[in-house]
């Protein structure tokens, strides 16, 4: 599989005419990934939306697209914004019950990798399929 990715990113550098900037990466709301993640927000309280079409800043349509089509998701509690810019803050001691701290976002993601622990099926080439 990752010599499959490097062709596809080595084609994407060699052609400056493909659009990078402009991809997005999407990810159905059958796969176990973002099941787990579901799993995760709803044991904390939280009706989660979903938003299968991302953008974003990085590039996920490299994971998510041809040749991999892998499952992809962005994920995690707590609370934080200006990202990158000079006011940019994550809360670490909530006083506010319905915003989570640091700590409370940790443990998020302990409870999300135990999810994904507990997949007895995998993503592969967009379908489900029970690993053997």
Request: glycine letters at 10%.
């Amino acid at each position: 599989m990752c010599s499959a990715w490097l062709r596809w990113i080595n084609k994407l550098a060699s052609n400056p005419t493909v659009p990078i900037t402009t991809a997005s990466s999407a990810t159905v709301k059958p796969a176990p990934l973002i099941q787990a993640q579901l799993t995760v927000l709803k044991h904390s309280g939280i009706d989660p939306v979903l938003w299968p079409r991302n953008a974003g800043s990085y590039p996920g349509y490299a994971f998510t697209g041809e040749p991999l089509k892998l499952a992809a998701g962005h994920f995690g509690l707590g609370h934080g914004s200006g990202a990158h810019a000079p006011d940019e803050y994550y809360v670490i001691e909530s006083t506010n019950s319905k915003v989570q701290g640091f700590d409370d976002a940790v443990l998020s993601f302990v409870e999300y990798l135990y999810e994904l622990g507990k997949i007895k099926t995998a993503w592969i080439g967009g379908q489900c399929c029970t690993s053997a």
